[in-house]
């Protein structure tokens, strides 16, 4: 099947999925009572969505544990049915076409191996091709330029169970694209991995992304995957979307909370009394002194600049210092996760 590329190459219109959850009393009667006549709950893990993808995106798809993450991936993978909506990958339906979907997409779970556990990796390799129908040429060239990439052939003989976490985690990402798909799923791919490792990891997916034009959605809880990775985020929260655009939007709508740090030239007890009287006339902004040498003012950069701050402060706090603390996307997305910020906040704006 071929790409239009104005069609997007994952579409799905609200798609939502549902599981029963057993719920029961515990201890022996409740266990009894379960048995004749069972209680379940039902449990939304995706709610409703929207989403589209075009080809060649790469995509970050975020959110705290339990939003329905890996939920979603496991939709457009098709190893699981939507209760209700509609989901498309390249024009077909992931459940309803299962074998044809596999085809179309490579997939790593960091938890999860598609190695067999105690045969050679070149050997599971070679079952992959055979799984998926490759000639004898085109897996030579494929199997050839992923080895030399992920510098793989000092693995090739090593059963997968004696692989370290980085080693296999090579070898999985090869064997997800040994069949070139246009689409690869990242669910955590990174995690346990140490810099070196990372760090080849990323510049392998971002190689792929800029000479194939492989589209990419990553799930994961690392900011550094996600920055250096993806172009767009997405953020889920309890089963639904919100937030769609680019990570950078992220630090200018939430980016308004500020810190003043302040060195005082001597112990002054008394400073944060003398700046709480100097900016008395300002809004959104609050005094801390953590210690006598120490100042800390924090203040809403919409509403007051630090230079205001400053010229209030430079006649009342004596000082040697002054550093201007700016809040980290890492941070903000820790705060969104956390429900210190919301997107429907007074001071967010509108999702």
Not at 105 to 119: K, S, Y
């Amino acid at each position: 099947m071929t790409d239009v590329s104005n069609e997007p190459i994952i579409r799905a219109t609200g798609l939502t999925k549902r599981f029963k959850r057993a719920s029961r009393s515990s201890g022996l009667r409740g266990a009894v009572v379960h048995l004749f006549k069972p209680h379940y709950t039902t449990m939304t893990a995706v709610d409703n969505i929207d989403l589209s993808i075009q080809p060649g995106e790469s995509v970050a798809y975020v959110g705290p544990n339990g939003a329905g993450k890996s939920t979603t991936v496991k939709l457009l993978t098709g190893i699981l049915v939507p209760s209700e909506g509609e989901v498309e990958v390249r024009g077909i339906s992931p459940w309803r076409h299962r074998i044809e979907n596999a085809f179309n997409m490579g997939v790593v779970f960091g938890q999860r191996t598609q190695l067999w556990w105690d045969i050679p990796v070149q050997e599971s390799f070679r079952l992959l091709g055979d799984i998926y129908q490759l000639d004898t040429v085109t897996f030579s060239r494929t199997f050839d330029n992923l080895v030399e990439v992920l510098d793989l052939q000092p693995l090739l003989n090593v059963p997968a169970r004696q692989l370290s976490l980085g080693q296999r985690m090579r070898c999985d990402l090869a064997a997800s694209l040994v069949h070139s798909p246009p689409i690869l799923y990242l669910d955590e791919p990174s995690i346990g991995l140490d810099v070196a490792v990372k760090a080849r990891f990323r510049e392998f997916i971002r190689a792929m992304h800029r000479e194939r034009g492989l589209t990419v959605m990553l799930t994961s809880h690392d900011l550094g995957d996600i920055e250096e990775l993806c172009d767009r985020m997405i953020m889920i929260d309890k089963g639904r979307i919100v937030y769609d655009g680019a990570l950078s939007e992220i630090t200018n709508r939430f980016g308004w909370e500020r810190t003043l740090n302040l060195t005082l030239s001597d112990p002054t007890p008394k400073a944060s009394i003398d700046a709480a009287d100097a900016l008395s006339r300002r809004t959104g902004v609050t005094v801390d002194q953590p210690s006598d040498t120490a100042l800390t003012i924090t203040y809403d950069g919409r509403i007051v600049t630090s230079g205001e701050l400053i010229r209030d402060l430079a006649t009342r706090v004596p000082m040697t210092d002054i550093s201007i603390e700016e809040p980290t996307a890492e941070s903000i997305i820790r705060n969104l996760y956390e429900g210190t910020l919301r997107f429907d906040d007074v001071h967010g704006g509108e999702a």
